[in-house]
Structure formats: structure tokens, C-alpha cells
């Protein structure tokens, strides 16, 4: 017995110098948004942002001594398949999600990540439903709605009077509220609606009829609240036609796919938009400099935002210790971080204030027209 | 009292046995390091000759699509109908390749589309950093025309005109797919220079535009 007493403590010393020491065990993120198909400029982007980030967390040492680990799902903007992805997430164990993309799966998601107590930090949800509630839904993007008022009121004072709208209502819970508040700010200001287009994208199978009854109703001009790609495919069929219509557009569409896709047709497009393209930063022209290097391609809004919710993420999880108990709390005391587009604070209801631009394309580049204030 | 000196055999067990037992293991576990790199050595080296070869056949089959996209724009300036054209393009098409091609003039404005689309409108895709190269391949993208991801490739002449042809990635991953052998569970992954999957047996991967680029193996 003495001699195996002996052995014991021998062998598990041979055991420690033979076996690597395991690392911590890492903090579960994950990530929502539509990944597949025509709206995943806005998923792939934002993915990619908070692959980013997180890299760039784990080579700092990560959260409370843990790597992170960004579990990336595919809601593919649609809110069955969204409840299901967050169901899954909780099983596999995260802490938070950085997420949705979209307003109207972030609406549906939104309940049900705060029944299995996670945080949810979205990048590009800025829709009015979500706003002035004390939940556990926190974003990065200012709420849009200022910003398609203000769209309305520069279309009237660049002399236009009869404007029609249309809107994707794939993404309800953001598109409809930007189409309301663009026309009822031109209307305010003395202008006319010529037509109210509702549909949904991902059933339109071509523009041109799109394109046909903009023109039937003599607008002067047009407002989408459309993804980019399906933005890009109506410029395309308006352009086809003849009609040198100017175009107004929400924020949805204000990504690299419009250049990608819309080419010339997307010329002269001008977009509101909660971020600023051309910020001058220093440590936006790194972030920016440090994606292209990384992916290959230029970040949109998507992308900036999805790297500032993981970097706000990591913040209130190192209060934590980074675990999801008392994430929400956290989150609602962390106090300004700064973040690639500037420095942001969480309000009272998890929101943030932040300065808005109007932007056009020119040369398939995005130029600032001016900066606004909320 | 004279005290009893311990038997060999109680020190073979209580102190030399444990003592022996120690360097004995370390030895194996040693020999096993050895004899398991050994072999990833060897993996590794078999590795990299598959992935050299691929890479190689990934160039050639790129460089036959650039060749075919060039005889057809060279064809174009010669020929210019557009029946001629649809046989040379038919004949093009037959090897899979391609999804669409298109023949662009000078100002990159649609001139032909194969199959039939709507001429008139530019060529959107911007080619970021092409400058004044002849042979240019885009960036995994989400194709609006065919619903999947894909990769376009472009041949322009002296004077500016262009053909332009949407792979097909599906039809080059099954050819990267023959050379895996599953028996050993192999599997290959063809990316761009900064880890954006173009082609992988999981094709989830290539529709969610998958970046590998923070693998270290990359």
C-alpha cells in the first residue's frame, strides 16, 4: 500500500507535465441575423464586424481572463426561425446576443431572449417599437425615425411635391414607421403622396411592375424603405424605363450591396442614416483599414456597429466576470465606452443619441451631404 | 535490537519500482510524442503536396475560364452577331462553367446577356482595385440572378470591351470534391486571399459567406 501511496502522487505529476494545461472555459456570444439570400449584406457584415471584435478582445486576453466565442445564427430575417435560433443559443450555453439586424425579427426575438435571461445588443435594429422600455434590448444605432422625417423635409425643400413610397413589409417593424414618419414630415411641409407601394420582398419576383406603377402615378420622386439589393434591382428598372426619378432611401439600403448591385442606376441616391461613412476618427480609419485587410471588402454600417456591440458586450461582461447574471444591469450602468464611430451611452431604456447624416452616391462612392443633430 | 535490514524485493517495490516508474513513463510518453509527430509530419507533408496540386488545378481551371471569356471577347470583335455569338457561348456553357455571361462595350453597358436578360443598364459589379488589369475575379457575392453565391470573372481588351461570366461554384466544388478521399476524411476548402470560403463540402458555409481567415491554419 505504502509504495502505490508513493506511486500515486508520481504519476499524476507525470500526468500534469504530460497533459497541456486546458484553457478557460470561453463566454458564449452569439450572433442573429440574416446570413443567406438577398438581406444578408446586413448578416455577413455584421458577423464579420463582431468576428472582429472578438479577435481583437481574445488577443487583449479576453473577459475576466476567458476567451469569447461568437456562435453565429442564421434568423434569416423571419421570426419563427429567429425564435428558434435564440432558443438554441440559450441551449448552447450563451451569455448574450449581439443582434438581430433587422427590426422585425428583433421584435419577435425580443420576449423570449428575456424569458432565458439574456442580453440581447443589437447593431442595426433602430425601430420606434423597441424604444422606452426597460428590458434587456440594448443597441448600438440611434432609433430611426428622425431620420426618415428629416428625409421627408429634404425632399420638399429640394421643390419636389408628389412623392410615392415603397415599403418591404418583410421588415414591418422598421419599414412601415419610416415610410409614416418621411410622409408625414413632406406632407407638413405642403408635399403630396402620389402613391403607397407596400409589398414583400422576398415574393417579388420582378421590379418592373414596381418601377410601371411608380411612374403611372406621376411621382416626382420616390422614398423606399427597401433591403439594398431589392432597392438596387427597382433603381435598375426605373432607370430601364427612361425615368431620371430621384430616389430617397432609409437606412436598410445604405450598404455596399447598392453599389455592388445598382451601379449607375444607384447614382444620386440619397439615404438618412444613423452613421457616418466618413468619419474621421482615428480609430474608425483603423477599424476600417483593419476589416478591409481582414475580409477583403470596404465595412458598411453593419459591420461598425456589430464590432461596437461586442466591444460594449465586453465591457459589461467583465463586470460580470462574464457570466450572463446580472448582464442586463450591467449594461444598463456601463457609462460611455468608445467605440469605433465615437463615444456611446445606454439611456435609461437601453438606447442611444447619436448625430445623423444624409449621404448620396457619387462615383459608386457614399458622400456625406450633412451631419444632423438628434 | 538489531533492526532488519529490508529485503530486495520490499525495495524493489517500496523505492526502486516507483522511482523506475517515473522515467519509464516519461520514456513512453516521450516515444509516443515522437512517433506521433513523426506522422503529422508526414500528414502535414502529404498535406501540402495535395494542397499545392489543387491550388495548381484551381489556377488551371481559372485560367481556362479567363482564356474562354477572352476567345469570346476576341470573337465579339470579329464576328459581332449575335448568333454566332450564341453558338461560341452555347459551346462554353456546355462545359458547365459558367452561370450567365454577358458582353459589355466599352462604358461596361450590357450589350448581350446569356442567357437572354435585359440589355441597355451597366455592368454593376465593381471590381474594387482592378485598375487597368485584363483579367480580373470578383469577390464571393450573392448572385440576385441565380439565388446563390458566386464568383464573376472578367476579360477586357485593348479597348476596353469586356466579357464578364458568372461561375458556377457548385460545378467547381464537385470537381474539388473528387479529389478528396472520404476514407480518410478528407476535405477541401477553397477561399479567397483573405478566407472568404468559395467552395466547401458544407455548402451552408459558402451560402453564409463563412470567413476562415482566423483559423491559424490560414
Not at chain 1, 287 to 297: E, I, L, P, Q, T
Not at chain 2, 12 to 31: E, Y
Not at chain 2, 83 to 99: I, K
Request: glycine residues 10%; charged residues 20%; aromatic residues 8%.
Amino acid at each position: 500500500m505504502g509504495s502505490l501511496s508513493r506511486l500515486f502522487p508520481m504519476l499524476a505529476l507525470a500526468t500534469l507535465l504530460l497533459v497541456p494545461a486546458c484553457s478557460s472555459e470561453p463566454v458564449v456570444i452569439g450572433f442573429l441575423g440574416p446570413l443567406e439570400g438577398r438581406l444578408s449584406d446586413l448578416g455577413v457584415q455584421g458577423r464579420n464586424g463582431a468576428a472582429l471584435a472578438v479577435e481583437d478582445i481574445n488577443a487583449a486576453g479576453g473577459v475576466a481572463g476567458h476567451p469569447l466565442l461568437l456562435r453565429p445564427m442564421n434568423d434569416a430575417n423571419d421570426e419563427t426561425e429567429g425564435r428558434a435560433a435564440v432558443r438554441a443559443l440559450g441551449q448552447r450555453g450563451a451569455v448574450a446576443v449581439v443582434g438581430p439586424m433587422t427590426s422585425a425579427v428583433a421584435v419577435a426575438v425580443q420576449p423570449q431572449a428575456a424569458a432565458l435571461g439574456l442580453a440581447v445588443v443589437s447593431p442595426t435594429v433602430s425601430t420606434a417599437m423597441l424604444s422606452g422600455r426597460d428590458d434587456n434590448f440594448f443597441r448600438v444605432i440611434p432609433t430611426g425615425s428622425v431620420w426618415a422625417s428629416s428625409l421627408g423635409r429634404q425632399c420638399r425643400a429640394d421643390g419636389l411635391t408628389r412623392v410615392a413610397t415603397v415599403c418591404d413589409l418583410d421588415n414591418a417593424a422598421f419599414a412601415l414607421s419610416q415610410v409614416e414618419h418621411f410622409m408625414a414630415a413632406f406632407t407638413a411641409a405642403g408635399g403630396v403622396e402620389a402613391a403607397d407601394i407596400r409589398l414583400h420582398g422576398a415574393r417579388q419576383r420582378s421590379w418592373s411592375d414596381v418601377a410601371e406603377r411608380l411612374l403611372a402615378s406621376r411621382a416626382e420622386a420616390v422614398y423606399a424603405a427597401l433591403s439594398a439589393r431589392d432597392l438596387a434591382l427597382l433603381a435598375r428598372d426605373l432607370r430601364l424605363s427612361g425615368a431620371e426619378i430621384p430616389i430617397y432611401s432609409s437606412m436598410w439600403a445604405f450598404t455596399q450591396e447598392i453599389l455592388q448591385a445598382g451601379g449607375r442606376s444607384a447614382e444620386g441616391i440619397v439615404f438618412a442614416a444613423g452613421y457616418d461613412e466618413g468619419n474621421p476618427l482615428p480609430a474608425f480609419q483603423d477599424f476600417k483599414r483593419r476589416y478591409r485587410n481582414r475580409f477583403g471588402h470596404a465595412p458598411s454600417f453593419a459591420a461598425s456597429y456589430g464590432y461596437e456591440a461586442v466591444q460594449v458586450l465586453a465591457q459589461a461582461l467583465g463586470r460580470t466576470r462574464g457570466n450572463a447574471d446580472g448582464l442586463v444591469q450591467a449594461l444598463k450602468t456601463l457609462g460611455p465606452v468608445q467605440g469605433v464611430q465615437g463615444p456611446l451611452r445606454f439611456d435609461a431604456w437601453g438606447d442611444v443619441q447619436r448625430p445623423y447624416y444624409h449621404f448620396t452616391i457619387r462615383d459608386q462612392t457614399f458622400v456625406t451631404l450633412r451631419e444632423l443633430q438628434p | 535490537m538489531i533492526a532488519r535490514r529490508p529485503s530486495l524485493r520490499s525495495l524493489m517495490r517500496t523505492r526502486l519500482l516507483p522511482w523506475m516508474a517515473v522515467p519509464l513513463i516519461l520514456l513512453l510518453a516521450g516515444l509516443c510524442v515522437f512517433l506521433a509527430r513523426s506522422r503529422l509530419d508526414g500528414v502535414r507533408e502529404q498535406d501540402s503536396l495535395l494542397a499545392a496540386s489543387l491550388a495548381r488545378y484551381v489556377e488551371n481551371y481559372l485560367e481556362g475560364a479567363t482564356s474562354a471569356l477572352g476567345y469570346l471577347n476576341r470573337l465579339h470583335a470579329l464576328a459581332g452577331g449575335r448568333t454566332t455569338m450564341a453558338a461560341a457561348v452555347r459551346s462554353l456553357q456546355s462545359d458547365l462553367r459558367f452561370e450567365r455571361i454577358l458582353l459589355l462595350d466599352a462604358d461596361n453597358i450590357v450589350t448581350e446577356a446569356f442567357p437572354a436578360g435585359r440589355p441597355g443598364l451597366d455592368f454593376p459589379l465593381y471590381f474594387p482595385g482592378s485598375g487597368e488589369r485584363t483579367n480580373i475575379i470578383s469577390q464571393p457575392l450573392f448572385s440576385a440572378e441565380t439565388g446563390a453565391m458566386t464568383i464573376f470573372m472578367r476579360h477586357r481588351d485593348e479597348s476596353g470591351r469586356s466579357v464578364v461570366g458568372e461561375l458556377d461554384l457548385g460545378h467547381l466544388q464537385k470537381h474539388l470534391g473528387q479529389f478528396a478521399r472520404p476514407s480518410l476524411a478528407e476535405v477541401i476548402i477553397l477561399t479567397d486571399a483573405y478566407g472568404n470560403v468559395i467552395a466547401h463540402p458544407d455548402e451552408e458555409l459558402v451560402r453564409r459567406q463563412a470567413n476562415l481567415g482566423g483559423l491559424p491554419l490560414l
